[in-house]
């Protein structure tokens, strides 16, 4: 009970920065802070063709928006969270009642749950600030400049919604720029080289095996540079 606020992260996300500045900032009377979900906004810039492959999705996305038309949807894989007040604004019950509300909606499960809970008690903060959400597909449409920003030290949070770990969707993906800096901490730890050998065991598609081992040779070659 003497926990105020807190910072829940996804466990997709890397903290890269200091975020002292973000957790003393003023909720200015909300419950959470958190960063617009950009996803779908940036798929349907960066790749119309596969707009169309998002069709039925995009029409359930549009109508769920359209409960709340004014609300910014929020990427709930970041959020820091007035504790004090969520306490004081809602109750288990509450979860309950809203699943049942908006449950002919739900797209994205407890981010779409969130949205709805606090779609009036949310302080919106900078995307590429607090919760940078890369993907293969938007990367490098809106992030050409991320290594510089990220050497400014602008970038606190990164959230991979295209997973560095899934080495065999393409060849070279290890050395993508932002992916390094996951495989960078991941390559640190001490079940490292055990972890990959037992990831690549699991592949049994051909072209899948193919891109895991091309990966695997360039992480062999280049790890002592990252």
């Not at 590429?128 to 990367?139: A, E, I, L």
Request: hydrophobic share 35%; charged share 30%.
């Amino acid at each position: 009970e003497e926990v105020e606020r807190c910072l829940y992260l996804d466990t997709d996300t890397l903290v890269i920065g200091k975020l002292r500045e973000w957790y003393d900032m003023d909720f200015e009377g909300n419950c959470l802070m958190a960063c617009q979900d950009l996803t779908l906004e940036r798929l349907r810039v960066v790749s119309p063709e596969r707009q169309k492959n998002f069709s039925d999705l995009n029409k359930k996305f549009l109508k769920r928006v359209s409960i709340y038309p004014e609300h910014r949807f929020f990427n709930a894989g970041v959020m820091m969270m007035d504790i004090k007040k969520i306490r004081e604004f809602c109750t288990y019950e509450t979860f309950c009642q809203a699943i049942k509300e908006i449950d002919n909606y739900v797209l994205w499960a407890d981010q779409d749950l969130y949205n709805w809970v606090f779609r009036d008690s949310v302080k919106l903060v900078d995307p590429d600030k607090y919760n940078m959400q890369v993907s293969y597909d938007t990367y490098e449409a809106f992030y050409p400049y991320m290594n510089p920003e990220i050497a400014e030290g602008h970038v606190k949070i990164i959230h991979f919604l295209s997973k560095p770990w899934f080495v065999w969707e393409r060849p070279g993906n290890i050395y993508s720029e932002i992916f390094q800096y996951w495989w960078k901490y991941a390559s640190k730890t001490i079940f490292f080289e055990q972890w990959f050998e037992k990831l690549g065991q699991g592949i049994s598609d051909s072209k899948r095996k193919e891109n895991f081992w091309m990966n695997r040779s360039q992480l062999q070659l280049q790890k002592k540079s990252i």
